[in-house]
């Protein structure tokens, strides 16, 4: 009878021992494990006051500062609304849910823009940045304007970056939020217009010279329409 040797036992048992611990590493993975439990707060309800002069429908994402204050836009209401309408407002909910209007937009009078469909973005000096849809100087494709870039600095003025209109140029209705780079570039997208007229990628300089990066063409290798939030 031949004996196993001492090497060819100690394999073995290796071999044994990494099975069963596969074994029981699957076995723990199959077992079913109870969920975590979620707990959800309100922060805040908009429209809680006179005709919404808060905001109302917060359409677009939440941005945060090195203090945790949110700050976000509505896409109706505001300080001139009227029935919850108007334009929409930039707003900031600080750590313990009180909620403050940074800017109303109007309904096209001034032309500072109106509908921001897009989240915003902040840089390392609290500026805000976005977009809105409608509204601004120009209205060659939309009677009541063809959409803006914009910032709002924080003590709530407004500075109109650029107002959209070249319609095969540079694009109108810029739904998406926009995004800064380390020198002070903005760039975003417009939902349509532009060369091919499916939409545009733009940039905006720190001296306010705005380009076009990319026209849509609505191929199947292009896309067309862009709307979801730079990054």
Same mark, same amino acid.
């Given at each position: ?18 099975? #069963? ?17 979620? /707990?959800? !707060? ?7 006051? !006179? ?9 677009? +994402?939440?941005? %945060?500062?090195? #203090? =945790? ?6 896409? @109706? ?14 707003? $900031? ?20 823009? @109106? ?14 940045? =976005?977009? /809105? ?7 060659? *494709?939309?009677? *009541?304007?063809?959409?803006? %870039?914009? $910032?709002?600095?924080?003590? =709530?003025?407004?500075?109109?970056? *650029?107002?959209?209109?070249?319609? $095969?140029?540079? +694009? ?10 380390? $020198? ?16 545009? #990628? ?5 001296? +306010?010279?705005? !380009? ?6 609505? /191929? ?9 939030? !730079?990054?």
């Amino acid at each position: 009878m031949r004996f196993p040797r001492r090497q060819d036992l100690a394999q073995g048992i290796a071999r044994g021992t990494v099975a #069963v611990l596969t074994l029981m590493l699957l076995t723990a993975l199959a077992e079913p494990r109870p969920a975590l439990a979620q /707990t959800e !707060s309100v922060l805040y309800s908009f429209c809680s006051v !006179s005709n919404c002069a808060d905001g109302s429908t917060p359409i677009g +994402g939440l941005v %945060a500062d090195t #203090v =945790g204050n949110l700050y976000g836009t509505t896409l @109706y209401g505001g300080a001139n609304s009227s029935g919850g309408v108007a334009g929409g407002a930039v707003f $900031k909910l600080n750590p313990a849910g009180d909620e403050s209007v940074f800017y109303s937009f109007h309904n096209g009078f001034p032309n500072d823009g @109106y509908f921001p469909y897009g989240p915003l973005t902040i840089d390392a000096q609290g500026n805000l940045y =976005g977009t /809105t849809e409608l509204g601004g100087a120009h209205s060659i *494709h939309v009677a *009541h304007g063809d959409g803006i %870039a914009f $910032k709002v600095s924080p003590d =709530g003025t407004e500075t109109i970056l *650029h107002n959209f209109g070249a319609y $095969k140029i540079d +694009g109108v209705e810029p739904r998406g939020g926009m995004v800064v780079d380390a $020198k002070g570039n903005i760039y975003g997208s417009t939902f349509i217009g532009g060369a091919s007229e499916f939409g545009t #990628v733009f940039r905006i300089t720190p001296e +306010g010279t705005e !380009s076009v990066l990319h026209n849509f063409a609505y /191929t199947n290798t292009d896309g067309g329409y862009p709307w979801g939030a !730079s990054s």
